[in-house]
T-cell receptor, first 116, second 110 residues
């Protein structure tokens, strides 16, 4: 049971460098999400993909781009990293259930990113 | 705007000392309220979903309840392995987004 797999687990970038965080799920979920978690701020949504072929901005999208490569994979790209993007990034997925609330997310184990 | 507030921020309990964590929310049409457990260095782990006021869910020493304004996570006779951060999240009718609280850090002392 792999669930949601994120790579890499740790990364240090210099200001201005770019990188892509990878996420894959094997649960046949339709919806996928990228969150960042900062001390005292809680989890904040960056981007999400409600279904394959669609992406939408969340609460804090500036400085990020995403690609829903197929139903399994959802990547997050930092084009020009800034120290303010130092955070822990979580990918999550869920199956939807019509008009009722989802079952809840399944989260990956996170990517700890430091931008110096 | 949908909002979630959790209290207390941190809670220290002796093993066996029962208590409750609070999650207050404002949302335009609640589609679901979710509780997660997060261990240090790991992603949140789903615990419960509650859909309507009056609903209750139980799992081992944990029991979640829901009213129109708040949810409680009751911990009965906790053990040290219950130590973790507990997160609350809500989903409203305005979109696909979940709003998370900042969590309650629970420490259970043997």
């Amino acid at each position: 049971n792999a669930g949601v797999t994120q790579t890499p687990k740790f990364q240090v970038l210099k200001t201005g460098q770019s990188m892509t965080l990878q996420c894959a799920q094997d649960m046949n979920h339709n919806s996928m999400y990228w969150y960042r978690q900062d001390p005292g701020m809680g989890l904040r949504l960056i981007y999400y993909s409600a279904s394959e072929g669609t992406t939408d901005k969340g609460e804090v999208p500036n400085g990020y781009n995403v690609s829903r490569l197929n139903k399994r994979e959802f990547s997050l790209r930092l084009e020009s990293a800034a120290p303010s993007q130092t955070s822990v990034y979580f990918c999550a997925s869920t199956k939807t259930r019509g008009q009722r609330a989802n079952y809840g997310y399944t989260f990956g184990s996170g990517t700890r990113l430091t931008v110096v | 705007e949908d909002q979630v507030t959790q209290s207390p921020e941190a809670l220290r309990l002796q093993e066996g000392e029962s208590s409750s964590l609070n999650c207050s929310y404002t949302v335009s049409g609640l589609r679901g309220l979710f509780w997660y457990r997060q261990d240090p260095g790991k992603g949140p782990e789903f615990l419960f979903t509650l859909y309507s006021a009056g609903e209750e869910k139980e799992k081992e020493r944990l029991k979640a309840t829901l009213t129109k304004k708040e949810s409680f996570l009751h911990i009965t006779a906790p053990k040290p392995e219950d130590s973790a951060t507990y997160l609350c999240a809500v989903q409203g009718n305005t979109g696909n987004q979940f709003y998370f609280g900042t969590g309650t850090s629970l420490t259970v002392i043997p």
